[in-house]
Nanobody
Framework: QVQLVESGGGLVQPGGSLRLSCTASGFTAEYYAIGWFRQAPGKEREGVSC????????????HYADFVKGRFTVSRNVAKNSVYLQMNSLEPEDTAVYYC????????????????????WGKGTLVTVSS
């Protein structure tokens, strides 16, 4: 059974850091494009970052939304079947529920930070940036 579970959210002060984890089960995450998305209260969900899967021809290619470039970093932990989102220099505008999602096709690659073909989704983790 395919499952994605996010963790690592919480309350942090402006300028602080958090690392979100997306742990996959039921499939080998490194071979699939996995993205991070967020949805702030009253706003539409938006793409944050994406890492392409192995055997995609674009292995490990990273994508970031302009509003997080230079502050957020996505990475993969093969041993833990997980993808991380390291978030630094957090701003109140980063407050949102953060979701990870995966393509359902082996060797998939990201289409930027879009949710194109992101078929499997976690339930999200809340990040609150406030003093």
């Amino acid at each position: 059974q395919v499952q994605l579970v996010e963790s690592g959210g919480g309350l942090v002060q402006p300028g602080g850091s958090l690392r979100l984890s997306c742990t996959a089960s039921g499939f080998t995450a490194e071979y699939y494009a996995i993205g991070w998305f967020r949805q702030a209260p009253g706003k539409e969900r938006e793409g944050v970052s994406c890492i392409s899967g192995r055997d995609s021809g674009r292995d490990g290619t990273l994508h970031y939304a302009d509003f997080v470039k230079g502050r957020f970093t996505v990475s993969r932990n093969v041993a833990k079947n997980s993808v991380y989102l390291q978030m630094n220099s957090l701003e109140p505008e980063d407050t949102a529920v953060y979701y990870c999602a995966s393509h359902s096709e082996w060797g998939s690659y990201c289409r930027g930070t879009s949710n194109y073909s992101m078929d499997w989704w976690g339930k999200g983790t809340l990040v609150t940036v406030s003093s």
